[in-house]
């Protein structure tokens, strides 16, 4: 029987060039609710203009919080770098950065599984 973990490991950069005082609104706001789409999360890094967060959800990001997150703070730059278990990986790039709005990314492609990995890098 062959056992398949469903969790996604998710490194989240969020910046806010313009109007930093938008990233304590988005911790505060966002990231202290029992909506929010994670199994859970760790903020690795904190500056005056953003925060790196890793984030454990079932499966796949939740782009549509992602997306969420842009329209309603419109003056953030988000980058999501994300990885599955069983090889699947995948990174979502959207928002506003350096002035002006970035052309969204959301892609995904198969990568070896963490099993994988560790069978081919035995010496």
Known sequence: LLMVDDSCTNVLTIICEDKPTMIDSIIKDEFSTDSLPVKSYKVKTRGHHGFVVE?????????????????????????????????????????????????????????????????????
Do not use: Q
């Not at 549509?64 to 770098?81: Q, T």
């Not at 506003?96 to 892609?107: A, H, K, R």
């Open 55 to 123: 984030m454990n959800t079932n499966w796949r990001p939740d782009t549509e919080w992602l997306n969420y997150l842009v329209k309603k703070y419109p003056l953030i730059w988000v980058k999501n770098e994300w990885y599955e278990e069983s090889g699947m990986a995948g990174i979502y790039v959207n928002g506003y950065l350096d002035g002006s709005v970035v052309e969204p990314i959301d892609t995904c492609w198969k990568e070896l599984s963490k099993e994988c990995k560790a069978n081919i890098l035995i010496k």
